[in-house]
C-alpha cells in the first residue's frame, strides 16, 4: 500500500514543489514528487493495463492498488486543455482543500506528445439501482462533500474585482460517472470540469448585474449556482426516475439530508457575511438557507410534507429537462410540448401554496415558496429559447426533439 505525507495541509499551505522538468518531460507534483521510476511504472500501467475506463478526454488504468493513471487523448479529445484538471487537483492540493474518499492528485507528467496524471483511487462503483443503489448513508456522506464544495475556501486574491478571497468548488459535469459509492460512503472522481469561482463576484454578476440566463444549477436559495443542483439534474433524477423499485422512502430521506445540508449553509452564509463585500446579500440568503432547512424535516410519521416533496421534485425534474436541452447533454430528449406545460404546472402550483402561507401567517413557506417562483421566472424563459432554436432549424436541437411525453420525478415520489 503506497503511504504519502499530507502534513502541513492548511489555507497557506504552498504545496509540494512547482512543476520543473527532467529527462525530457514536465513534471507537477501535487502530493508527492515522482522519482523516475514511479514515472516508467506509471508508463508500463499503460501497456500491460487489463481494465481501462474511456471517458471525453482521456484513458484511465490502475496503478498498483491504489493510484490511477490517466492519459489525455490529445487530438482526439472533447477538451484541447490537457493540464485542466491538474491545475484543479494542485489548487484544491495547495490550499488545503480535499474531500472525503474522493480523488486526490498525486503528479502529473508529460512523456513526448502525451500528458498523465496520477491520482488515487476512489473505492466504489459508480450509481445503479440494482448493482450499487444510492443508500441514506452514502447519500449523507455525498451530500457532506457537496457542502465542503459550497462552502469553499480562502484564496488570497482570488477575486477579479477586488472582493473577498472565498471561492467555492463548483461542480458542473456531476454525472453518474464520477461518482463511486459504496454501501455507507461516496466519493467523487475526475475533477475535470469543476471550477474554482470567488463567492463575491458571483454575488455581483448573478445577483447584482443578473448577468445570467436560464440556468440549470441554480440553488434553491439564490440565482447564486450550487453543486447541488447539478448533482440533482445530472445523476439524482435520472437515477430514480429509472429505479424499478419504490422511490419515495429514498426521496424523503435525501430531503431530509437537504434539509442539515441547508443548514450547514445558513451558518456558512451568516458567517461570510462578515468576510463579503455584500453583507447584506450574504445574510439574506443565509435567511434563505434556514427556511428551506426548517422545512425539510420530516414530521411524526417519519416524512416530509407532502407539498415540500412535491415542489422539491418540480424543481429537480425542470432543472433535468432545461440540461436535456441544453447544448452540454449529447444524449438528451426533449418535448417541447411537456416542457411548457410542465413550467405553467409548477408555477401555479406554487402560486397556489404562496397564496395559502400568506393566508395563513405561515412564515417559512411564503419565503419558500416566493424562492421556487423566482427560480421558475428564469427558468421558465427556455420555452422561448427552445421555440426560437426549433424556427432556425438548430441541428443540436432537432435531434433531440421528441413527442413523447417523459415520466417526471413528482409522479413517483
Not at 444510492?134 to 469553499?152: C, H, P, R, W, Y
Request: net charge negative.
Amino acid at each position: 500500500m503506497i503511504t504519502f505525507n499530507l502534513q502541513k495541509l492548511s489555507p497557506a499551505f504552498a504545496g509540494i514543489k512547482p512543476p520543473y522538468s527532467r529527462n525530457g518531460r514536465n513534471i507537477t507534483p501535487i502530493a508527492m514528487n515522482p522519482k523516475e521510476k514511479d514515472i516508467e511504472k506509471a508508463l508500463e500501467a499503460e501497456k500491460t493495463a487489463k481494465n481501462v475506463m474511456e471517458g471525453y478526454n482521456g484513458y484511465a488504468f490502475f496503478l498498483g492498488e491504489d493510484l490511477v493513471v490517466k492519459k489525455y487523448k490529445g487530438k482526439e479529445a472533447f477538451s484541447d486543455d490537457p493540464s485542466r484538471e491538474i491545475r484543479t487537483l494542485d489548487t484544491l492540493f495547495d490550499n488545503g482543500l480535499m474531500f472525503n474518499n474522493s480523488q486526490l492528485g498525486m503528479y502529473a507528467f508529460t512523456d513526448g506528445d502525451s500528458t498523465y496524471l496520477v491520482s488515487t483511487k476512489v473505492d466504489g462503483k459508480e450509481p445503479d439501482s440494482i448493482k450499487s443503489p444510492f443508500t441514506k448513508e452514502n447519500l449523507v456522506s455525498l451530500v457532506g462533500i457537496i457542502a465542503q464544495m459550497d462552502m469553499g475556501m480562502l484564496i488570497e486574491g482570488s477575486s477579479n474585482n477586488g472582493y473577498s478571497d472565498r471561492i467555492r468548488f463548483m461542480n458542473y459535469d456531476f454525472n453518474g460517472g464520477n461518482i463511486k459509492l459504496t454501501e455507507d460512503k461516496a466519493g467523487l472522481f475526475d475533477f475535470e470540469y469543476s471550477v474554482l469561482e470567488n463567492i463575491d463576484d458571483m454575488i455581483e454578476k448573478t445577483i447584482i448585474k443578473k448577468d445570467t440566463g436560464a440556468n440549470c444549477h441554480q440553488s434553491d436559495t439564490s440565482a447564486l449556482p450550487s453543486s447541488l443542483r447539478s448533482f440533482e439534474f445530472y445523476t439524482f433524477c435520472p437515477y430514480l426516475n429509472g429505479a424499478n423499485e419504490d422511490v419515495s422512502e429514498l426521496f424523503n430521506d435525501y430531503l431530509q439530508i437537504k434539509g442539515l445540508y441547508h443548514g450547514k449553509m445558513y451558518d456558512f452564509f451568516r458567517n461570510f457575511a462578515h468576510e463579503s463585500d455584500f453583507s447584506e446579500i450574504a445574510k439574506e440568503i443565509s435567511t434563505h438557507e434556514l427556511v428551506h432547512s426548517n422545512l425539510l424535516k420530516k414530521n411524526r410519521n417519519g416524512k416530509v410534507p407532502k407539498d415540500i416533496v412535491l415542489s422539491e421534485a418540480r424543481k429537480i425534474q425542470m432543472s433535468h429537462f432545461m440540461h436535456e436541452q441544453s447544448q452540454f447533454s449529447d444524449t438528451g430528449r426533449i418535448n417541447p410540448k411537456q416542457l411548457e406545460e410542465y413550467t405553467k404546472e409548477c408555477i401555479e402550483f406554487f402560486k397556489s401554496r404562496l397564496f395559502v402561507a400568506v393566508q395563513t401567517g405561515d412564515i417559512n413557506r411564503e419565503v419558500y415558496y416566493r424562492d421556487c417562483l423566482e427560480l421558475f421566472s428564469s427558468w421558465k424563459r427556455v420555452n422561448g429559447t427552445l421555440k426560437e432554436k426549433i424556427e432556425r432549424k438548430d441541428p443540436e436541437i432537432m435531434k433531440k426533439l421528441t413527442d413523447e411525453y417523459a415520466k417526471t420525478l413528482d409522479t413517483i415520489v
